[in-house]
């Protein structure tokens, strides 16, 4: 228990000051929870005060229409977790009288919540002693016991989960919890980890081998597919725009868009700009139009790399259905049309 009570004693001395950690609220470290998935904690703060100051209840965001939230968290990336979180506040406010189950087995069964999150919410709000396993406690354990197993291997998970769960403080599950994570966050980092000043120096197995940089082993790499998006910004003679929701379960689902004309490759503007004519404007032909960035944007999402241009056509007419800049403002955009939007160049146009 030595390694246990040596990780909540550098806890108690270093851990940040963040605001789901003063509540066993399981409504709000469930929020956190989830916003916290594949996010930094600096980038996940303000979206977690943004919603509880919208959403101080299950009940209001269970009530809140779908555009409301997904703009809030728009930004955020990873949005099936928007609409994860949205739905089982529904369920839990409609089903369950807004009371989150108090157990890891039945926080398991909200949509969403996986083994990690249900532990973490288990352990935080109601002090079940069910261990966490995320990235950070991957990182701590391979390397204090040198464990060189795969961790993209599925029979590593319950090696890793039976150890954390065997040092788990049983008296203390969220402090232990907590304490382990923090110390992968701020301490034992990805990259270049301060060793020398590590409280744990002079026991850490992958300082005493010298494998340091190389624990946890992870051989699996993520499969990147190239995408090519030329959204087309149709503006009518109001100055007004036409954007659409994107359908289908893809990327940015039910996020708003331009209109799109993906691409197989990446196409030089003229050549674009070559397939407008055969295009359909709602019957209509812009008057003019040309490309807003030279320079192609380059998105990177974990699965998908967007190489995405936009170009602005004009038309001399009122088009159907279509809104103004305030309007469109206050939809859900995915991050990169949203701060091309807020452009200087786009404004000027």
């Not at 699965?303 to 004009?314: D, K, P, W």
Request: some cysteine.
């Amino acid at each position: 228990m030595q390694f246990s009570n040596s990780l909540v004693q550098w806890y108690l001395q270093n851990k940040r000051d963040l605001p789901w950690r003063d509540t066993t609220n399981p409504y709000f470290i469930w929020l956190s929870e989830i916003m916290l998935q594949q996010t930094r904690v600096a980038q996940g703060l303000p979206y977690f005060i943004s919603f509880i100051e919208a959403f101080p209840t299950v009940f209001d965001l269970a009530n809140a229409e779908e555009e409301q939230v997904l703009k809030l968290w728009q930004g955020l990336g990873y949005y099936s977790r928007a609409r994860n979180l949205h739905g089982t506040a529904k369920y839990v406010a409609n089903e369950l009288n807004g009371v989150f189950p108090d157990n890891y087995s039945e926080l398991l069964k909200l949509k969403g919540v996986g083994e990690y999150t249900a532990a973490a919410i288990a352990s935080f709000s109601y002090d079940e002693p069910v261990a966490v396993l995320d990235g950070n406690v991957y990182r701590v354990l391979s390397r204090y016991f040198n464990m060189d197993n795969d961790i993209s291997d599925s029979k590593t998970k319950k090696v890793f989960q039976a150890l954390a769960q065997e040092l788990i403080l049983k008296d203390r599950p969220a402090l232990f919890n907590q304490a382990i994570m923090e110390f992968g966050a701020l301490q034992c980092v990805p990259k270049s980890p301060d060793c020398e000043n590590c409280i744990f120096s002079d026991s850490c197995g992958a300082l005493q081998y010298k494998k340091v940089g190389e624990l946890p082993v992870k051989s699996k790499k993520t499969k990147v597919t190239n995408k090519y998006f030329n959204y087309l910004i149709l503006k009518d003679v109001d100055g007004k725009f036409i954007v659409q929701k994107r359908e289908g379960k893809g990327i940015w689902e039910n996020l708003y868009e331009f209109h799109l004309l993906e691409t197989d490759v990446l196409m030089e503007p003229n050549e674009v700009e070559d397939q407008f004519e055969t295009m359909n404007f709602f019957g209509q032909k812009p008057v003019e139009y040309f490309v807003f960035n030279d320079e192609v944007i380059n998105h990177k999402l974990s699965h998908q790399h967007l190489f995405i241009r936009f170009f602005l056509l004009r038309f001399d007419v009122k088009l159907p259905d279509s809104k103004s800049l305030t309007e469109i403002q206050k939809l859900p955009f995915p991050i990169v049309i949203h701060n091309f939007m807020l452009s200087d160049y786009f404004n000027s146009h």
